[in-house]
């Protein structure tokens, strides 16, 4: 029985993770808002402890199934950006770290080459190199083209060290997060909301555009190129 136990033990886990969320997104009582109103609502009733509730509720989001734009722009909303900034560096770490840590212990670093055929060999390849894989992880947190939680979860799934991986996605999220809040704090009524909007296209136009040009985006091609041929 322990060995059939430690044979399935990915399977296993990946099913418990699974019954956790459906678990949780059926449930009534769990808080999954659906607008930036609905989590400033909920936050502020928590009063001094505000602060401590959001971090908490964006670490748990990527199991309560709602999308982080709501708890990076409520950031602005909420708190000033001397305190919101950090909050939600520090929200959207925990979260990225839940994922990371789901596909360690119920993927591990064989899956993508076992079960994600081309592209996840490269992607495996791509973010398994030790001597680039901090700058290739902060090309994928900067660039508004992948998706957050998606990388998270191929993250997880590679050799990648936690420590890279962490120092690399705050990193990446600064221009994001300033952002974000100065936009949640404009659409709540206390900034200006074009130079706003302004602010938040060159946070992700910006690290786009260098992407694009620079040659990362020919790197990244080549080394998939080279990966099929191999």
């Keep these: 029985m322990l060995n059939l136990l430690k044979k399935h033990r990915k399977?296993?886990?990946v099913g418990i993770y699974l019954a956790l969320i459906l678990v949780l997104y059926n449930s009534p009582g769990v808080f999954r808002p659906g607008s930036v109103e609905?989590?400033?609502?909920w936050v502020e009733s928590y009063g001094i402890w505000g602060p401590v509730v959001y971090v908490a509720l964006y670490t748990a989001r990527p199991v309560l199934l709602f999308p982080s734009l709501l708890l990076n722009l409520a950031a602005g909303v909420l708190f000033a950006p001397l305190l919101g900034i950090p909050l939600l560096l520090a929200g959207g770490l925990g979260s990225a770290l839940v994922l990371f840590y789901l596909a360690r212990g119920g993927m591990g670093d064989s899956f993508l080459d076992e079960h994600g055929g081309k592209w996840g060999g490269w992607i495996h390849r791509y973010l398994s190199d030790p001597e680039k894989n901090f700058l290739r992880m902060l090309w994928l947190r900067t660039v508004p083209l992948?998706?957050?939680d998606v990388i998270s979860l191929v993250a997880g799934c590679t050799r990648m060290d936690l420590r890279i991986f962490a120092v690399s996605t705050v990193i990446g999220m600064v221009p994001g997060a300033i952002a974000y809040n100065v936009l949640g704090d404009a659409l709540g009524g206390e900034g200006r909301l074009l130079p706003s909007l302004?602010?938040?296209a060159a946070a992700f136009g910006i690290p786009l555009l260098f992407w694009y040009f620079?040659?990362?985006?020919?790197?990244?091609g080549k080394e998939r190129t080279d990966g099929k041929e191999c």
């Design 38 to 41: 609905e989590v400033r609502r």
């Design 198 to 200: 302004l602010l938040t």
């Design 146 to 148: 992948f998706p957050y």
């Design 214 to 220: 620079g040659g990362e985006r020919r790197r990244m």
């Design 11 to 13: 399977k296993i886990l």
